[in-house]
């Protein structure tokens, strides 16, 4: 395992779990054990991605963090205090589409001023420029399936971003992407992210998305059980682009070094499983 | 196939079938008439019977009793179906403890309410209105029940991570989905409606279309069945239209085949 004291949850700490397992109760009887016993802290203002295999429960605790679901056991604290329901303070972005389909775009970035109670034409008057912010000034009255794939995801960033969130949680949100519109939108994040730097929890499958993002990458083991093996700065000057970044010669030195490990801790979790 | 050249070839079917049945019932095949007039009348009676009605204004008596008649089932059926639909959807113990109730009732084939409903409400409208709703209440119900249940839990999360209260969710999620659910099914609930209206004006009544039939029917005119039925025919096609222009108008975010993008 790397050099990674995981730091104890202090007050300044955006987002801290502590000691947080999470068991689901099969339909057969008995549980299943997704994540166990995890510590993750991420500071304000501090990029953290999350990277593990499919199904370890990297999204299990971006929900955790968000409030939808509740830890086993274990403790979540947001900003210094406890977490009992919703995370009020964290926008999240999602891996599938979660725009409402029977409102415009326009009106799918509105909404999370107008549920606030900013007036309508006040809300709609920020929706419109932020619209313009993530590139698609021209598009406010199309609904979601007149817009690509690409152009959800940026109105998903407004949405969730006009409401300036002091957390943002995302779920692999340039998943279903190719390769060059989530370069573009990756981009795009870090231009956004980089204007008044929120704490971001960022999950994916992708290590160098995560390296070319962050300043921290957390590496979770396979499930079931699945906890945290590593955990890396990363030494990589902003502002950055993410096309560029990946030609860096350290962005290639902490790349092998993470994949070793990350590779190793896999085949042993493997070994692990198969032989138990 | 382009627009005009459809148009004709749909005609043509009009103009090819009533031209047989023209044919069938007027000059005899090897000797014999195939559709005696008797029972199968014919295009030209028939078309002299509408014209007798639309000209003497007999008609519109009938027409209004029956379209009233629809639109009454169909707006008290939808909102008593919207209602029960959202309220079990929202309180699955009470969906549970109702669920077989619902199943026989709505197994229950309807035609056997009508003389209820005739003698509970009389041989007026309400009798009418009263067995189109118990159509129009199961389509509409099953329909808002299947929306509410069915909202995607991403979309569903993510309204409450943007902040929404339980009201707003009701307003900005359940309500749009239970409609984009309600107005699948519009068709075949206007179709209902009319259908309710007419086999209730058809079982006893003393006007509407179902009425008109069955009076030319009590004294074998036939053509008076067949006008009866054309009429009603183009009545329905009317007002399938209507339903069509305001689906368009509401669920313009629906993405149409051969619309949608990649």
């Given amino acids: 395992m790397a050099d990674s004291a995981i730091a104890k949850p202090t007050p300044a700490s955006a987002v801290a779990l502590s000691d947080v397992s999470i068991a689901f109760r099969l339909a057969g009887g008995g549980t299943y054990t997704a994540v166990e016993r995890t510590e993750l802290t991420v500071a304000d203002g501090e990029f953290v991605a999350i990277v593990g295999p499919t199904g370890c429960g990297k999204s299990t605790l971006l929900n955790i963090a968000a409030g939808l679901i509740a830890p086993s056991s274990g403790r979540v604290d947001i900003f210094g205090s406890t977490l009992g329901a919703l995370n009020r303070q964290a926008g999240y972005l999602f891996q599938a589409d979660a725009l409402f389909p029977w409102k415009t775009a326009l009106e799918n970035v509105a909404i999370g001023l107008e549920t606030a109670g900013t007036p309508s034409g006040d809300a709609r008057a920020r929706a419109q420029s932020w619209l313009t912010r993530v590139g698609l000034g021209s598009f406010g009255d199309r609904y979601p399936h007149m817009l690509s794939g690409g152009q959800r995801k940026r109105v998903g960033l407004a949405q969730v971003l006009i409401r300036d969130p002091k957390i943002l949680l995302m779920d692999e949100p340039f998943g279903p992407l190719d390769a060059q519109t989530r370069q573009i939108m990756g981009n795009l994040l870090l231009d956004l992210w980089s204007a008044d730097r929120k704490a971001v929890l960022f999950v994916t499958h992708d290590l160098e998305e995560a390296i070319a993002l962050s300043d921290r990458v957390v590496i979770m083991s396979a499930g079931p059980a699945a906890h945290i093996i590593g955990d890396w700065k990363v030494p990589l000057a902003r502002p950055r682009d993410i096309g560029e970044i990946k030609l860096d010669h350290a962005f290639h030195e902490l790349h092998r070094d993470i994949w070793h490990t990350l590779k190793a801790e896999v085949t042993k979790g493997y070994v692990q499983t198969e032989g138990g | ?262």
Avoid: C
């Fill in chain 2, 1 to 262: 196939m382009s627009r005009p050249q459809l148009t004709a070839l749909q005609i043509m079917v009009a103009v090819v079938g009533i031209a047989l049945w023209y044919a069938l019932t007027t000059y005899p095949v090897f000797r014999k008439i195939l559709l005696p007039p008797f029972f199968f009348s014919n295009p030209v009676d028939v078309a002299d019977q509408i014209v007798v009605w639309f000209a003497t204004g007999v008609i519109w008596k009938h027409l209004w009793v029956t379209l009233a008649e629809s639109t009454l089932a169909f707006v008290l059926g939808s909102f008593g179906g919207v209602l029960v639909g959202f309220w079990f959807a929202r309180q699955p113990r009470t969906a549970a403890v109702f669920d077989p109730y619902v199943k026989m009732a709505n197994a229950l084939p309807r035609v056997v309410l009508a003389p209820i409903f005739t003698l509970w409400l009389g041989l007026g409208i309400w009798s009418k209105v009263a067995l189109g709703v118990t159509l129009v209440f199961f389509i509409v119900f099953f329909n808002v029940y299947q929306g509410v249940k069915e909202v995607s839990p991403t979309v569903l999360a993510n309204a409450r991570m943007l902040g929404m209260s339980e009201r707003q969710l009701m307003r900005h999620v359940y309500w749009p989905s239970a409609l984009s659910w309600m107005f699948s099914s519009l068709h075949t609930s206007v179709g209902f409606a009319v259908v309710g209206a007419v086999v209730g004006e058809y079982l006893g009544s003393a006007a509407g279309l179902g009425y008109l039939i069955q009076q030319a029917e009590g004294v074998f005119d036939v053509a008076g069945v067949f006008a009866g039925m054309f009429v009603l025919a183009a009545f329905v096609i009317v007002i399938d239209f209507v339903v069509t222009l305001i689906e368009k108008r509401l669920l313009v975010w629906r993405p149409r085949v051969g619309d949608a993008r990649p």
